[in-house]
């Protein structure tokens, strides 16, 4: 079943913080967040695995929590390059495939 | 190292022809994801192979088939195009197949159906 990210969309300013929320309705294993630019193929980020753990990328970091079935990408300070739809990909519990959401466009503007 | 390569990068058909997507993944990787996207939305998952055989079959119509060849490459085949199959055909490797693991995605391959 497909993960829900909000918001749909965002438009920040250089240096501003964002938050991207990914829910599923099905107990989860793991979290994938990949980053799509315009034209180009999608870019991994990050995996987390259940067991509510914290991951940290440069200034792109995400949480997971098993227990509400949720993850949370947080972008600080972001930056032009940060631009892109961001994807949240879901793995249900027994080794099943991956299932992404319809993602999050993400601007960045001077 | 080559990343996945897709062949062809764009194709244009008619309804009801059928095509071949074809894939080849990182050198060592094991197992091949075929994913649909249409503009404005996420992937869609379509097929899983690891090791030649299918692992995981997503919500498509059996007009969609894959295979996996012995040196790990796959092709997607289509039969009896609709002009709702136009999109971007993704395929992704990764090392051994499990949903853990890092997915590393090709360019695509755009498909227009008229």
């Known amino acids: 079943q497909q993960p829900v990210q909000s918001p749909q969309a965002v438009i920040l300013r250089e240096g501003e913080d964002a938050v991207i929320n990914c829910s599923s309705s099905k107990a989860l294993y793991s979290v994938h967040w990949y980053r799509q630019k315009h034209g180009e193929a999608p870019v991994f980020l990050m995996i987390?695995?259940?067991?509510?753990e914290q991951k940290g990328h440069d200034k792109i970091s995400a949480s997971f929590n098993e227990k509400k079935q949720q993850s949370s990408l947080y972008l600080t300070a972001s930056q032009l390059s940060y631009s892109g739809t961001y994807f949240c990909g879901t793995e249900g519990v027994g080794n099943t495939p991956l299932v992404f959401g319809k993602g999050t466009r993400l601007s960045v503007i001077a | 190292d080559a990343g996945v390569t897709q062949s062809p990068t764009h194709l244009i058909k008619t309804r009801g022809q059928h095509v071949t997507l074809r894939c080849s993944p990182i050198?060592?990787?094991?197992?091949v994801s075929w994913y649909q996207q249409v503009l404005g939305q996420g992937p869609q998952f379509i097929f899983q192979?690891?090791?030649?055989?299918?692992?995981g079959r997503g919500n498509f119509p059996d007009r969609f088939s894959a295979r996996q060849f012995p040196n790990y490459s796959s092709e997607l085949n289509v039969n009896a195009l609709l002009l709702g199959d136009s999109a971007l055909y993704l395929c992704a490797s990764s090392l051994g197949g499990t949903g853990s693991e890092k997915l590393f995605f090709g360019s695509g391959t755009q498909l227009s159906v008229l």
């Open positions: 987390l695995l259940k067991g509510g």
């Open positions: 050198s060592g990787h094991k197992s």
């Open positions: 192979y690891y090791e030649k055989e299918e692992r």
